[in-house]
């Protein structure tokens, strides 16, 4: 897992963000804050490279988008936090599942188509119309394609071991999500946590123009 401060001891609160697959810190690069922000992606591995430093932050929350929801909830206890509030986007507990996550058939074809057209396709359908992708063109990610086929094949692998669960204070579910459907998504959250709906696809962060628009959403 890779694990970066994108910004540091600028004040007392802090937004650890679990990213989605194939990501890196570009995917919510448009996203103002007054807090600082540490951001994990690359689930090829949930071992953390380094421990951060949480000690000097008195408000701390955890937001998982997409892959990073499974993430989170089997590694945020090596955090040693107490988030005030955790917030899972898009995702679930259980990436490859048929009732509680992405239906395994899916799962395995887009991993065998995952090439360089496959992953444009991928892309497009996180999103919602042409205006979105215009857009997404600043917030692709600059990752190899190999770690990012390499990524998709461990995260169903590593997805049938470690099987953790976190207690949800907020799941968003986009009404249009056609990566992990909104049915499953639903299966999942429900009695969990308040569920809020978001406009669009998969990539939810043009819904808001902050972090704390999310926090407080």
């Not at 995702?91 to 496959?118: K, S």
């Not at 979105?132 to 990752?143: I, L, M, Q, T, Y």
């Not at 204070?169 to 990566?179: G, H, P």
Request: overall charge neutral; charged content about 25%; aromatic content about 12%.
């Amino acid at each position: 897992m890779r694990i970066e401060w994108v910004k540091q001891h600028t004040g007392g609160r802090v937004v650890v963000f679990y990213n989605g697959w194939g990501m890196d810190n570009k995917a919510v690069s448009q996203l103002r804050t007054d807090c600082d922000l540490l951001i994990c992606s690359d689930y090829r591995s949930l071992e953390l490279p380094f421990l951060p430093d949480f000690s000097d932050y008195r408000e701390i929350y955890l937001v998982a988008w997409s892959m990073g929801v499974w993430a989170a909830a089997n590694t945020v206890g090596k955090l040693n936090i107490s988030p005030r509030c955790n917030i899972a986007i898009n995702g679930t507990e259980y990436p490859v599942d048929d009732n509680l996550g992405i239906p395994c058939r899916i799962y395995a074809l887009t991993e065998r188509g995952m090439n360089i057209q496959g992953r444009d396709k991928f892309f497009c359908r996180m999103l919602d119309g042409a205006e979105d992708a215009g857009r997404f063109v600043s917030n692709r990610p600059c990752r190899d394609l190999p770690e990012q086929v390499e990524e998709l094949r461990l995260i169903r692998t590593q997805s049938a071991v470690y099987k953790n669960n976190l207690k949800w204070d907020k799941i968003f579910v986009s009404e249009k999500d056609v990566i992990f459907p909104v049915m499953q998504q639903m299966n999942w959250a429900s009695g969990k946590a308040e569920i809020k709906k978001l406009r669009g696809g998969h990539y939810p962060f043009y819904n808001f123009q902050s972090w704390e628009d999310i926090i407080n959403f």
